[in-house]
């Protein structure tokens, strides 16, 4: 590094900052300590370092499913605010949230020396008694419930259903009926259930939910359903994917959309504003949730004592898939 300094002509100090990507360093100072580095040929040694700071610069990250368009994009939020920080990143995936499963993960991560973890799994599919999380270690959920002992970060759920679910009511319809997740999806209940708070404080009829797999062959089966009820005029999908199968269950027997019957979404999948018609739909943003997972494990880090972060919120996307009901004849 006191090579590196005198040929970049800079202090050891600013040297320093930039191997960690720690303080602020000028742009063109940056560019002039790495080129140096790159003709003298330095590399880290992430051995020493960790020695000397005590860190690894390493975060691990356990994830249970990457099917899912929120998923994918919270890990490439976790993997670039990462690098952005000097951190890297260990991937275990795991098939099950089984007991035995997430403790062999915890068990690869203290073999890779990591510094934290952030576990992209829900804290009510993991039985926290029975695994044992590595001693020392700090530990983020992502999409966890609030009765987690531990720091979490989470969108917020029933921000997003109630926003969906008063926007139908608003446009007229006398109910909303409701695809919704997973029975153990923590973020699928928490839609479900203020999909109904919503209808209940309205003082309309609560339909009786159909239950998906996230998937839009699982939505066009509960379209299929749903399409034999007359007066169906208003569908809220627990995501995207389901309510792209919903619009097709409807639109193969002629029905309308929206002109018999409104649909509205979950997620904000880019290729929603690309259906026929557009689908409307409640915009999360797992990009600011993956990046708020790493910074609240780097507070951890820090010594910082920090529960969880603000839910973050959501915002409803209008388009062309809700109107009006038409007047009944």
């Not at 934290?116 to 419930?145: K, M, N, R, T, Y």
């Not at 007359?230 to 919903?246: E, L």
Request: charged share 25%; net charge negative.
């Amino acid at each position: 590094m006191e090579d590196v300094a005198r040929e970049a002509g800079v202090s050891g100090q600013t040297v320093s900052r930039v191997v960690n990507a720690r303080g602020y360093v000028g742009a063109s100072t940056r560019t002039r300590v790495e080129e140096a580095m790159q003709r003298l040929g330095y590399r880290p040694n992430s051995a020493a370092r960790a020695l000397r700071s005590g860190r690894f610069r390493a975060i691990g990250v356990v994830m249970f499913s990457f099917s899912s368009y929120g998923n994918q994009r919270t890990l490439d939020a976790i993997a670039v605010r990462a690098a952005q920080t000097g951190y890297a990143l260990t991937l275990i995936p795991i098939e099950s949230s089984a007991t035995e499963t997430v403790a062999g993960a915890f068990r690869r991560l203290e073999e890779h020396a990591v510094d934290g973890i952030v576990i992209v799994l829900e804290a009510h599919q993991l039985d926290e008694s029975a695994v044992e999380i590595p001693a020392g270690v700090p530990v983020v959920f992502v999409d966890s419930s609030r009765e987690t002992t531990r720091p979490f970060v989470d969108t917020d759920q029933a921000q997003g259903a109630r926003l969906a679910t008063e926007h139908l009511l608003d446009l007229g319809h006398a109910t909303v009926w409701h695809v919704a997740g997973p029975e153990k999806s923590y973020s699928a209940e928490r839609r479900r259930q203020s999909w109904q708070e919503t209808l209940e404080e309205h003082g309309c009829r609560v339909p009786e939910a159909l239950v998906g797999d996230w998937s839009a062959d699982s939505g066009y089966q509960a379209g299929v359903r749903l399409r034999e009820e007359p007066d169906v005029t208003a569908v809220f999908a627990a995501n995207d994917q389901m309510a792209i199968g919903v619009l097709r269950a409807f639109r193969e027997i002629g029905r309308d959309v929206p002109g018999d019957v409104s649909i509205v979404g979950f997620d904000g999948l880019p290729d929603a504003a690309q259906l026929w018609p557009p689908l409307t739909t409640v915009q999360q943003h797992p990009e600011r949730v993956g990046a708020a997972a790493v910074d609240l494990l780097l507070a951890e880090l820090d010594g910082e004592s920090m529960t969880s972060m603000p839910l973050i919120g959501t915002e409803l996307i209008i388009r062309e898939s809700t109107a009006p009901p038409r007047p009944r004849t």
